[in-house]
């Protein structure tokens, strides 16, 4: 590990970083893990800067500040990263997750100890936090747009490799809803599906003899035509890919209740409320995860145990 600054006992090394990930709502090793491959990419062999520069025996205080408003979430990560690095430095949030900042700047943490860890896990703490935060203020602008009609924000797979958990809890964070997480957990027959599948109806009446009894089947369509003819099959979900609102809402009266609808593609923020007013059950944005521009935050040394 990267922590030289101390003696710590590699046997208990899983165990750093527990406390700051107490009851946060992602499994604790896949966030370990994330944090642990982030801080290899960018401690590599040290951080020369630091060790060049800081006493090992020097600590200090800093604070965390949102610099534009939005959306605050990923805070337990950050102090995991830190702790990661020595299990000697406290983290405070001073906003809950999923807080709405709207006069920046405002302190959202603050953190204090050995002043080594604090300025070699401060990239790696702000690329996550920033991140997570910036989905969770994109994914809460988009569900602030459709309140009032019947639409559930949906997010897609279109995700940073590696991220997809926190990916997703961040559009939980932001009030929107998560799609399969993974390709073991739903059926989603798309136009490639149905085109090496022989059709429609061929590959839902496969999907039904495959699938687990509980396991829902979505099928994607480009029409209506294959909208008749995925309902005919039994889907419970139809995907309406790339339609326009009158061919949306055309597709909600034929539907007429008999399987939930799922716009997606070519959504903006600009059409969003058009097509929510449809009365389509779900519209999935992959912008929410492969777009959000990550939230303006920083990380200030305020003292040192020197001042």
Not at 140 to 167: F, H, N, Q, S, Y
Not at 195 to 204: D, E, N, P, Q
Not at 279 to 296: E, F, K, N, Q
Request: aromatic share 2%.
């Amino acid at each position: 590990m990267w922590r030289k600054d101390h003696d710590t006992n590699d046997d208990n090394i899983d165990n750093v970083g527990d406390d700051a990930l107490a009851g946060f709502p992602v499994p604790r090793a896949e966030v370990l893990a994330l944090v642990d491959a982030a801080l290899r990419e960018d401690v590599g062999r040290g951080d020369v800067t630091t060790e060049a520069t800081v006493p090992m025996d020097r600590t200090a205080r800093a604070v965390m500040l949102a610099k534009a408003p939005g959306r605050v979430a990923g805070l337990p990560v950050a102090a995991a990263v830190f702790t990661r690095l020595d299990p000697r430095v406290g983290f405070t949030a001073v906003v809950p997750e999923g807080a709405m900042v709207t006069a920046p700047p405002a302190a959202i943490a603050y953190v204090q100890g050995p002043a080594r860890a604090l300025l070699t896990g401060e990239r790696v703490a702000l690329n996550i936090v920033q991140r997570i935060s910036g989905v969770a203020t994109l994914t809460a602008r988009c569900a602030t747009t459709v309140e009032g009609t019947r639409a559930r924000i949906l997010d897609t797979r279109k995700t940073t490799p590696g991220m997809r958990l926190l990916d997703k809890y961040a559009v939980r964070m932001g009030g929107g809803h998560n799609h399969r997480s993974g390709l073991d957990d739903g059926v989603l027959i798309k136009d490639n599906h149905i085109r090496a599948a022989g059709g429609v109806t061929a590959a839902i009446a496969a999907a039904r003899r495959y699938a687990q009894p509980l396991l829902k089947i979505e099928v994607e369509v480009r029409g209506l035509d294959e909208l008749d003819e995925a309902l005919a099959a039994g889907a419970d979900i139809v995907l309406l890919d790339n339609m326009a609102p009158d061919l949306l809402r055309a597709a909600v009266a034929r539907t007429d209740g008999r399987a939930l609808l799922e716009a997606s593609g070519g959504i903006t923020p600009d059409n969003l409320r058009a097509i929510a007013e449809t009365g389509v059950d779900y519209i999935s944005l992959g912008a929410l995860t492969h777009s959000a521009p990550a939230l303006d935050i920083s990380l200030d040394i305020t003292d040192t145990d020197q001042d």
